[in-house]
């Protein structure tokens, strides 16, 4: 498993990513729930008043400062100099996935799994960045990939109920996805915010 905080951990992204999780607001009828799109990060919940409509558009991320290009172009430079450096392709789809630089992050975690295609944790979010580009057949695809992978890895399941709930209005299945996270990783951050979710769609639907 590639360390994602090695090199990621270091310069202005990180110090601005690492205490604050990318929060999705995920609607789910009468209510949001924060989950955690980085494994390991804690979970903030949220919440709004007007939840009736909420589940009629597509979840977003909170704005965040630009890449810093230099530090971007000296990444890419290590990456052309280093061909099987998978953790510095890493951490440059890192950089762009928490800029919202979605289709900028896509090569770079494609690279990752074209080097080590068991990356559980870069499939699933390459699949995060396929669906908020709007390609949600192929992010629930990637997900399947990630869950061959891993068949119990919660951030996979906690984000593919997310994707079923607002890219298929599926509900059943978003809530058979939360289901388990509960049942893979009992007590963990994301089985917390699982069980936000589950609350909220089980009071109404």
Same mark, same amino acid.
Not at 53 to 61: D, Y
Not at 93 to 122: C, I
Not at 141 to 164: C, N, W, Y
Not at 199 to 204: D, G, H, N, P, T
């Given at each position: 498993?590639? !360390? &994602?905080?090695?090199?990621? @951990?270091?310069?202005? %992204?990180?110090?601005?990513?690492?205490?604050?999780?990318?929060?999705?607001?995920?609607?789910?009828?009468?209510?949001?729930?924060?989950?955690? %799109?980085?494994?390991?990060?804690?979970?903030?919940? %949220?919440? %709004?008043? !007007?939840?009736?409509?909420? =589940?009629?558009?597509?979840?977003? +991320?909170?704005?965040?400062?630009? =890449?810093?290009?230099?530090?971007?172009? &000296?990444?890419?430079?290590?990456?052309?100099?280093?061909?099987? !450096?998978?953790?510095?392709?890493?951490?440059?789809? @890192? /950089?762009?996935?928490?800029?919202? #630089? *979605?289709?900028?992050?896509?090569?770079?975690?494609?690279?990752?799994?074209? $080097?080590?295609?068991?990356? +559980?944790?870069?499939?699933?979010? /390459?699949?995060?960045?396929?669906?908020? /580009?709007?390609?949600?057949?192929?992010?629930?695809?990637?997900?399947?990939?990630?869950?061959?992978?891993?068949?119990?890895?919660?951030?996979?399941? $906690?984000? $593919?109920?997310?994707? #079923?709930? *607002?890219?298929?209005? !599926?509900?059943?299945?978003?809530?058979?996805?939360?289901? &388990?996270?509960? #049942?893979?990783?009992?007590?963990?951050?994301?089985?917390?915010?699982?069980? &936000?979710? /589950?609350?909220?769609?089980?009071?109404?639907?």
């Amino acid at each position: 498993m590639i !360390d &994602e905080s090695a090199e990621s @951990n270091t310069g202005t %992204v990180m110090t601005r990513i690492e205490p604050l999780p990318l929060v999705v607001s995920l609607g789910v009828a009468c209510g949001l729930m924060g989950w955690v %799109v980085w494994s390991q990060r804690p979970v903030e919940p %949220v919440s %709004v008043a !007007d939840v009736s409509s909420s =589940v009629e558009s597509a979840p977003t +991320v909170p704005a965040v400062p630009p =890449v810093d290009e230099t530090r971007a172009a &000296e990444m890419r430079q290590t990456a052309e100099q280093s061909p099987a !450096d998978t953790q510095v392709r890493v951490d440059l789809g @890192n /950089l762009y996935f928490y800029a919202q #630089r *979605f289709e900028e992050a896509l090569p770079w975690y494609e690279a990752v799994l074209e $080097l080590e295609p068991d990356e +559980v944790d870069v499939s699933t979010d /390459l699949a995060l960045a396929y669906y908020y /580009l709007e390609d949600t057949e192929r992010a629930l695809a990637q997900f399947d990939r990630s869950l061959e992978i891993d068949p119990a890895h919660p951030k996979t399941f $906690l984000s $593919l109920g997310m994707v #079923r709930a *607002f890219g298929n209005r !599926d509900l059943d299945g978003a809530m058979a996805a939360w289901e &388990e996270v509960l #049942r893979v990783a009992p007590g963990s951050a994301e089985a917390l915010a699982a069980t &936000e979710a /589950l609350e909220s769609l089980r009071a109404v639907h």
